[in-house]
Nanobody
Framework: QPQLAESGGGVVQPGGSLTLSCTAS????????IGWFRQAPGKEREGVAC????????YYRDSVKGRFTISRDTAKNTLYLQMNALKSEDTAVYYC????????????????????WGQGTQVTVSS
């Protein structure tokens, strides 16, 4: 059974940085489309970023472009989200997701497109 476990969340001041990690077990990230979603209080889940299978392509939502970087370490079977210049509106629970769709592209526009989800890690941006 594929499992995802996030870590690295916390409280940070506006303008600060955090790196989230997601360790996969039961499957190889190299053959999965993987990414991050988030959910702020009172709001729907929204896609943040993704990497296509075999790392061929990445995608970011407009509001995080230039600030967030998604990457993976296939040797450690771990996905990362480096978040810089954090803003209060980035406050949310961040979820690691994976899906076995193959291809050179990915998207995070559809919540239901990803079949595997982690438990989430809280990120709070506050002064």
């Amino acid at each position: 059974q594929p499992q995802l476990a996030e870590s690295g969340g916390g409280v940070v001041q506006p303008g600060g940085s955090l790196t989230l990690s997601c360790t996969a077990s039961g499957f190889s990230l190299d053959y999965y489309r993987i990414g991050w979603f988030r959910q702020a209080p009172g709001k729907e889940r929204e896609g943040v970023a993704c990497i296509s299978s075999r790392g061929a392509g990445t995608y970011y939502r407009d509001s995080v472009k230039g600030r967030f970087t998604i990457s993976r370490d296939t040797a450690k079977n771990t996905l990362y989200l480096q978040m810089n210049a954090l803003k209060s509106e980035d406050t949310a629970v961040y979820y690691c997701v994976a899906d076995d769709t193959q291809g050179n592209y990915c998207s995070v526009s559809n919540v239901d497109a990803y079949g595997h989800w982690g438990q989430g890690t809280q990120v709070t941006v506050s002064s």
